[in-house]
């Protein structure tokens, strides 16, 4: 690398930079609007001279030379080059520049396929975007000292381009996108950024990233045979896609300083086989998509997931959690046919849904601390794996809803005492038999539905004042607890055998759907104290012949008895509130009163 550093660097030729420079039989070409200059050819060499000539021919443009001129020589003097003012030049293979020039403006030599030198000298400042570009025939560029500003695409698309020396006083560069044959670059330290696409589609094998590096930009490396890359410890940003399709990449370094992981990170990354992501950071969609050699993952800070994470990690085996995870998002390993353990060593504030759905190896799940979800979310979290235990860890208030809900061979469940709610937590646990709810347990609307069969095993916390949980199951009465003052929403919903049920005073109201689908329910009794009938409470009750309503009632809901044969109400008809009793749905309706 330091020998095509110094080839670059090889001595210019003074006598052709000098302002007094005699060429014999040049041709004039006139001046460049904006420019304070003027132009001489003879015979391939094209000199950029300080100083306007007011004889000179305006119509003699030097766009003429674009097939002619094979070397160019700007003069002591001339400080900027203005946008596309050598585009094109396609015969040109040699530029020589003074240390006067401060400024490459954008496209100035775009399209020079046959450059295969630049000299590029201290004095400039700035490189504008896409100066260099499809410049075909450049092999080695080294940028000078005291350069500040490369900006954008600068070399794009020079696909001989080996090797770039980049200097310090360089705090953000990018431009090298397709560059093929790109294998060798120097970073300098005090960079801070990389831009997005900086390197795409190089031969990038190797690189040294300093340690002033704050941010990789989105597709910064993508496309690289990078094998092993260390992120310097202040790293905060991976911007999406920075190093997607490395397929060579076997390992990453990560730094505890990461903040934000873009999605797409890491995707199709068929090499890298475990991950350690240090820092309380961010990881957005798909980071580590199609990493099919990924057997071990682990995250030891405060961390946060959107969704498909792990998506087709097929030879995921662990997954581990050292500190708080803030939010797993949905479907996080879709499509992990091998994993078998995930481990959280601390607590989790939030699930979304499906984020271990199908997963059907994962028999162990050990939760470290408790789940601190306001109950929200999770929905199906577990559902078609392999775990048959559970323990729910103290300190837990609110299972996160549906958490567990699908998970077939579920046949044991440990609750802490101080748990709130539970609401379709366990629905379609199947293999669940019994479980112990703590008394500390005030809601667990639909939790149960569809395990084993209906016939499951359960107490009603003494907590309880409003009765829900028992929707779908296989039985044919109950006992309703003296402590229950509401019959809540879907309490009872679709309870194919329950024939009988007799609702002690104390309780107030009937929720929506309360009873609803109880397609053998024959016998109700209602006490004067409830006020209020929900919506659909007893619809699809086609065997209850008459229904006694009492007199305490005082709204009823629409539908509330659709399918009922009679329903008799110990009241006027223009005392009841709610929807007209057109609406009640009965096939026939008295008012005793």
């Known amino acids: 690398f330091q020998n095509a550093v110094n080839r670059a660097l090889r001595p210019g030729q003074p006598e052709l930079l000098a302002a007094d420079l005699t060429i014999e039989n040049a041709e004039v070409y006139g001046n460049i609007p904006g420019t304070d200059c003027h132009w ?7 000199v950029c001279r300080a100083g306007t000539l007011p004889d000179a021919d305006s119509a003699n443009r030097i766009e003429l030379l674009h097939d002619k001129a094979t070397t160019l020589v700007v003069e002591k003097g001339i400080t900027t080059l203005p946008s596309l003012i050598f585009q094109s030049f396609t015969k040109l293979e040699e530029a020589w520049l003074s240390s006067d020039l401060e400024i490459i403006h954008a496209n100035a030599f775009a399209g020079c396929t046959s450059l295969k030198f630049v000299s590029l000298r201290p004095g400039l400042k700035t490189i504008r ?3 260099f570009y499809a410049c075909n025939s450049l092999e080695t560029v080294v940028l000078p000292d005291g350069l ?3 900006i954008g695409a600068v070399f794009t698309d020079c696909t001989s381009l080996r090797s770039v020396y980049i200097p310090d006083g360089i705090t953000s560069v990018g431009g090298f996108s397709g560059c093929t044959s790109l294998a060798e670059v120097r970073l300098p330290e005090g960079l801070e950024s990389i831009d997005v696409r ?26 690289t045979p990078l094998t092993e890359v260390t992120l310097p410890e202040g790293l905060e940003f991976l911007g999406d896609g920075c190093f997607k399709d490395c397929a060579q990449l076997k390992q990453i370094h990560f730094p505890g300083s990461l903040i934000r992981m873009g999605r797409k990170a890491f995707i199709n990354c068929t090499s890298l086989d475990k991950v350690v992501v240090n820092g309380n950071a961010f990881v957005d969609d798909n980071a580590f998509e199609g990493c099919t050699s990924l057997i071990d993952a682990v995250f030891t800070g405060y961390v946060s997931f959107n969704g498909w994470t792990f998506k087709g990690c097929s030879s995921l085996k662990t997954l581990t959690f050292k500190g708080t995870v803030k939010h797993l998002g949905g479907w996080l390993c879709a499509s992990c046919p091998e994993l078998t353990t995930v481990t959280f060593g601390g607590g989790i504030d939030n699930f979304a849904g499906d984020c271990f759905a199908n997963c059907k190896k994962l028999s162990t799940v050990t939760f470290g601390g408790p789940l601190n979800s306001d109950g929200r979310g999770g929905g199906t979290t577990f559902r078609n794996t392999a775990i048959t235990s559970v323990t729910i860890p103290a300190g837990t208030k609110y299972l996160p809803t549906g958490l567990f809900s699908g998970c077939d061979t579920l046949t044991q469940v440990n609750l802490p005492e101080g748990l709130l709610t539970m609401d379709f937590a366990f629905g379609g646990c199947k293999s669940l038999k019994s479980i112990k709810i703590p008394d500390s347990v005030t809601s667990m609307n639909s939790a149960f539905s569809g395990c084993n069969d209906g016939d499951i095993q359960f107490n009603i916390p003494k907590s309880m004042t409003v009765l829900n949980g028992l929707a779908g199951l296989n039985i044919t009465s109950f006992t309703i607890p003296p402590q ?13 055998n329950l024939t009988s049920i007799v609702i002690p005073k104390g309780v107030k109201s009937i929720g929506d759907k309360a009873f609803a689908g109880c397609a053998s329910l024959q016998s109700v009794t209602i006490p004067d104290t409830v006020t209020e009938i929900g919506e659909d409470a007893f619809n699809g009750c086609e065997s209850i012949a008459v229904l006694n309503v009492p007199g305490s009632v005082k709204e ?3 539908l509330a008895f659709a399918g009922v044969q009679e329903v008799r109400i110990d009241q006027k008809k223009d005392v009841i509130k709610g929807v007209p009793d057109v609406h009640y749905g009965c096939n026939k309706l008295v008012y005793l009163k």
Do not use: H, Q, V, W
């Open 148 to 150: 500040t500003e490369l």
């Open 40 to 46: 001489l050819y003879a015979d391939g060499l094209l």
């Open 198 to 223: 900086t390197f795409t589609n190089t031969a990038i094998s190797e690189i040294r990233l300093p340690a002033s590096l704050k941010g990789i930009g989105g597709e910064a490396f993508m496309g």
């Open 556 to 558: 009823i809901g629409f």
């Open 129 to 131: 975007m896409m100066a």
């Open 484 to 496: 229950i003052t509401a019959i809540g929403n879907d309490a009872f919903f679709y309870c194919p």
